[in-house]
Each structure stands twice: as structure tokens, then as C-alpha cells.
């Protein structure tokens, strides 16, 4: 069974959190104040969405450094960033991008689904 051990499960989900956090960190800022950001959601004809993404993207990492403290945010968090990955997956496959422009965000979809699902598999210990 895959993380049946509960040390197993704290050190892969730190790792996560930490990793996702910071990527989300630098993705919300970015999609915030850079002018390549700006050219994109043009692109993806969303330009009218692009600061609540940011803004998304940053409070999931908030979310995700303090639920390093509580499981309950990590796990809300978590969820929050997979559903917006897969909404960004999903317009990246819409506008026809490459396969490689749209893998980051159907790995970061994948990646905090994961995390959700460990979560809530041990949310009792």
C-alpha cells in the first residue's frame, strides 16, 4: 500500500508542500507583474483573468506553507491549485499549444491532486 508508513507521509508531503509553495510563489508573482505573463493571457484570450490568477496562485501558496502547520489548509490548498492547473491544462489544449507548453500544468494539476489524496488518506493520524 502506498504510503501505508506515517513518517513516510509527513516527509513526502513536506516535500510537496515546499516544492509546489515556492513554484506557486514565483508562478503568482510572475503572473502579476511580468509583461511576458501579460502577453500570454492575451494569447489565451483571458486577459481579464489574469490578476485573479496571480492572486490564486499566491494565496494557494500561503496556503500551502501553513499547512506545514495545518493539515486542513495544505488540504484546501491543495485542491485550489489542482483545479486551477486543470482549468490552465485545459486552456492550453484549447488554443492547441504544444503538448510541452502545456505539461507544467497538468503536472502541477497532478501534483497537488496527489498531495489532496494523501492527505485526506491519512487526515486522522
Not at 488540504?75 to 499549444?97: E, H, P, Q, Y
Request: hydrophobic share 60%; proline share 2%.
Amino acid at each position: 500500500m502506498l504510503f501505508s508508513d506515517f513518517k513516510e507521509y509527513l516527509w513526502v508531503t513536506k516535500v510537496i508542500i515546499v516544492f509546489s509553495g515556492l513554484s506557486f510563489l514565483f508562478f503568482g508573482i510572475s503572473c502579476l507583474f511580468s509583461n511576458f505573463m501579460v502577453i500570454e493571457f492575451k494569447r489565451y484570450d483571458l486577459e481579464k483573468f489574469r490578476i485573479i490568477v496571480g492572486l490564486l496562485q499566491l494565496l494557494g501558496s500561503v496556503g500551502l506553507f501553513i499547512g506545514l502547520f495545518s493539515k486542513n489548509w495544505a488540504m484546501l490548498a491543495s485542491l485550489g491549485l489542482a483545479i486551477l492547473m486543470a482549468f490552465g491544462f485545459m486552456v492550453r489544449i484549447k488554443i492547441k499549444d504544444p503538448f510541452i507548453l502545456a505539461f507544467p500544468s497538468l503536472f502541477y494539476a497532478l501534483l497537488n491532486m496527489i498531495l489532496f489524496i494523501i492527505l485526506i488518506r491519512f487526515e486522522n493520524k
